[in-house]
């Protein structure tokens, strides 16, 4: 038995059906199983990780764990949730993300990082079987631009020259599900990428493609784009290194790994696959 935690975000829905496409038994956990709408055969159980109190009924049979962690909202219930997941589950395959902090000083970082290190800090302790996949950027993030480009042929946002190497959300629940069923993976940390670095002005220029009309990329000012952060309900702490991590990749491009293809026997997505497969969102 699998279960799958954040079964119905980007990842996990992938996750539960690529495992359930196997024959494979899954359990998905959900805050709300009503609205799950996941594959015929998987089992859908009510639960909230930040409530490892509620988790018996969903860990009992439990093998293998799909995590996928509420980062830096749920924190304080980590350690009772990861000791309660190592009373019933064998082996925890953890999706963290690429940068996470190794040296032990910088897990008190209130930050997304610092709360992926204070996690895979308590998974090694925890006595299970792990195995960490630190993804870099997602594509998916960039569905932040749909209204824009919904409305009009113009994205407005910092940096347009920022390298990156962004990854579809399927090649990282195919590189899941083969960690989950397979051995020989138990302390592995693998850094998963899309297979190019495209600049975000080039990935506006593919979603154009993908959709058949022409898009430009207009630059947009460093504290227009605080104040816009800011209005979403960003929280202050979050805005500036999101802010700084975009202005380090204008002369530092993210780098692109060979993961994806060395675990599943396929290359890893392009971005313009990505933008093909999301069209209609933009439309």
């Known amino acids: 038995m699998f279960l799958v935690t954040g079964a119905t975000g980007n990842v996990g829905r992938h996750v539960v059906s690529q495992l359930s496409s196997t024959g494979a038994a899954v359990r998905a956990l959900t805050r709300d ?3 799950a ?70 897990q008190t970082a209130e930050s997304i990082l610092g709360s992926h290190a204070r996690i895979e800090r308590l998974i090694e302790r925890s006595g299970m079987e792990w195995t960490f996949l630190r993804p870099g950027g997602f594509a998916t993030n960039t569905l932040a631009w749909a209204p ?12 347009g020259k920022a390298g990156r190497s962004l990854i579809h959300e399927r090649d990282i629940a195919a590189v899941a599900a083969r960690v989950l069923t397979e051995d020989g993976h138990a302390t592995k940390k693998y850094e998963l990428t899309g297979p190019e670095t495209l600049t975000q002005i080039e ?10 009309r022409p ?11 605080r104040q816009q952060m800011l209005a979403q309900g960003m929280p202050p702490d979050l805005v500036d290194p999101i802010l700084n991590g975009h202005a380090a990749m204008v002369s530092d491009p993210e780098s692109v790994t060979d993961a994806v293809e060395e675990l599943t026997g396929t290359p890893a997505r392009t971005y313009l696959q990505w933008a093909i497969d999301h069209a209609d969102d933009f439309r």
Not at 40 to 59: H, I, K, M, Q, T
Not at 148 to 159: E, F, K, Y
Not at 217 to 225: C, G, K, P
């Open 33 to 35: 199983p009503g609205a």
């Open 37 to 106: 709408r996941l594959p015929d055969g998987v089992e859908v159980v009510r639960g909230d990780l930040s409530e490892p109190g509620g988790l018996g009924a969903a860990l009992a049979g439990v093998e293998s764990v799909f995590l996928v962690w509420p980062t830096l909202s749920a924190d304080h219930a980590a350690p009772a949730t990861l000791e309660t997941i190592a009373k019933h589950a064998r082996r925890v395959v953890y999706l963290s993300a690429r940068g996470v902090p190794d040296a032990s000083e910088d």
């Open 215 to 225: 898009l430009r990329f207009e630059e947009f000012s460093l504290d227009a784009a």
């Open 203 to 212: 990935q506006v220029h593919a979603i154009g493609t993908a959709i058949g």
């Open 148 to 159: 824009q480009i919904r409305a009009g042929g113009v994205v407005r946002w910092i940096h």
